[in-house]
């Protein structure tokens, strides 16, 4: 069998439209998180970098204008997000970004070949997290630097939180699966990401919590936001045989639960997340 195959079909699907069509929207959420990897990446205008999980581009591009002189190369399984950020680099006049449909859990690197490597919440979704992060710290140099952010535990970021307990007033929500199951919040544990990469050989491994304020969905009304999550992959296959009564009960009930938290920009929550850096 495939390694990620289920992974490969969700990010193929209707879920990778909507981070086409919304890239924008979840940028705006996302940015401060950007800022922060940036940072801590500290790139230098020769290096070589390898965005993990790239998506819609945001980062490696980012990351290619602060190599000026180097370059960035986005990877990931999702081909309408790599064809959407081929299209923003050649907008962009970034002839030293590029970007490759690759499963970096199996893609052939080439062997010490990048100084750094970066994701944006790109790095949660292996089938075999170690066997990754091994194949990823082949091809980054001796010395060579990686730093990444992933979510926290479910319990630590309402914004996703409040809306799934809303739905679960109205039906049934799916069986996560077992802790450090693929999905947004695998390396909610930090015990489990260090021993993750320091199985992966990597070294001086450091955690640092990151809270930020953030627009759900980018930002706007109340139904705005509602919107936006219904179009996200977890609403779909909630909602996909539910009848439409039991539908329209569920998105009032999360519309309520957002309410409160609405402010002149939008709704707002305070999202954790791990800032991970580490050495080869």
Do not use: K
Not at 224 to 233: A, I, K, M, N, S
């Amino acid at each position: 069998m495939t390694a990620n195959a289920g992974q490969i079909e969700h990010w193929n699907s209707d879920e990778a439209r909507h981070w086409v069509d919304q890239q924008d929207r979840y940028d705006r959420m996302l940015a401060p998180y950007a800022d922060q990897l940036l940072a801590a990446a500290a790139i230098g205008t020769g290096e070589r970098v390898l965005d993990v999980g790239c998506g819609t581009g945001t980062t490696t591009l980012r990351a290619a204008a602060a190599a000026s002189a180097g370059e960035a190369l986005g990877l990931d399984i999702s081909e309408p997000m790599i064809e959407h950020a081929r299209r923003r680099a050649r907008d962009d006049g970034l002839a030293n970004a590029r970007f490759e449909v690759a499963d970096v859990q199996t893609v052939a690197l080439e062997p010490g070949g990048r100084d750094v490597a970066i994701s944006r919440f790109g790095v949660m979704f292996f089938d075999d997290p170690t066997a990754a992060f091994t194949n990823l710290g082949s091809g980054i140099r001796s010395e060579g630097r990686l730093a990444f952010v992933c979510w926290q535990g479910l319990a630590q970021n309402e914004w996703m939180l409040v809306p799934a307990m809303a739905i679960a007033e109205v039906l049934p929500l799916p069986d996560p699966g077992p802790p450090g199951a693929p999905g947004p919040f695998a390396f909610g544990n930090p015990e489990h990401v260090r021993a993750v990469l320091a199985g992966a050989g990597f070294r001086d491994i450091e955690l640092d919590p990151l809270v930020n304020s953030v627009l759900v969905g980018g930002g706007g009304s109340v139904d705005d936001t509602v919107q936006w999550l219904r179009g996200t992959g977890m609403a779909r296959a909630l909602f996909a045989d539910a009848a439409p009564d039991t539908v329209a009960r569920a998105v009032e009930s999360v519309r309520a639960a957002l309410a409160p938290h609405e402010d002149a920009d939008g709704v707002r929550f305070d999202a954790a997340a791990w800032l991970v850096r580490a050495r080869r």
